[in-house]
């Protein structure tokens, strides 16, 4: 019964199949007005248009908080400030929740490729990922699907803190 967040929508396809599984709370995010229209016409979805970390997102998304699940596909690399999103996410979740993302292995992507490809704004290694997740309280709790090409990490929001992850980090 807890709201689910696609961060990219795009034209609503994954949440309109997610409301066929059952889920009842569902809103999108899409900066595109054009795909976030198409959702709200095709499958009758709450679609905010906007980035997900500007300031009336997040106002919006508080009103639904705590957020059960967030996920995005082929998202991060595509915005100016990652860690801002996912710190964004880590304020309006709770201990358990989850956060699910996919996005391109630095490690899979040919230089030229990432060089040329100009929508790519960053790069992700899976180790840097993960490091990334943990400094907003994120453990990993699944990456067994990421590949030289892809990451795929589901991770849940924890009470531990910076400072502990630091610290486990060193041992």
Same mark, same amino acid.
């Given at each position: ?41 095709? +499958?009758?979805?709450? =679609? $905010? ?6 300031? !009336?997102? @997040? /106002? ?10 967030? +996920?995005?596909?082929? =998202? $991060? ?6 860690? !801002?999103? @996912? /710190? ?84």
């Amino acid at each position: 019964n807890r709201t689910v967040c696609e961060i990219g929508c795009g034209t609503g396809r994954c949440l309109a199949a997610l409301r066929e599984a059952g889920f009842s709370k569902l809103i999108g995010i899409e900066n595109s007005r054009h795909r976030a229209e198409a959702a709200k016409r095709n +499958y009758d979805l709450s =679609v $905010l248009t906007s980035s997900f970390e500007h300031p !009336e997102s @997040i /106002s919006r998304l508080e009103k639904e908080a705590p957020l059960s699940l967030i +996920y995005s596909h082929h =998202v $991060l690399e595509h915005t100016y400030n990652p860690a !801002e999103i @996912i /710190s964004s996410a880590s304020r309006i979740q709770k201990s358990g929740d989850w956060f699910i993302n996919s996005l391109p292995n630095f490690y899979g992507e040919p230089s030229l490729t990432v060089l040329f490809f100009l929508p790519h704004l960053h790069s992700f290694s899976s180790e840097f990922f993960g490091s990334l997740l943990r400094r907003y309280n994120y453990e990993i709790f699944d990456n067994s699907l990421t590949t030289d090409a892809e990451i795929y990490v589901v991770a849940r929001k924890t009470d531990k803190t910076i400072k502990q992850h630091l610290d486990d980090r060193d041992r």
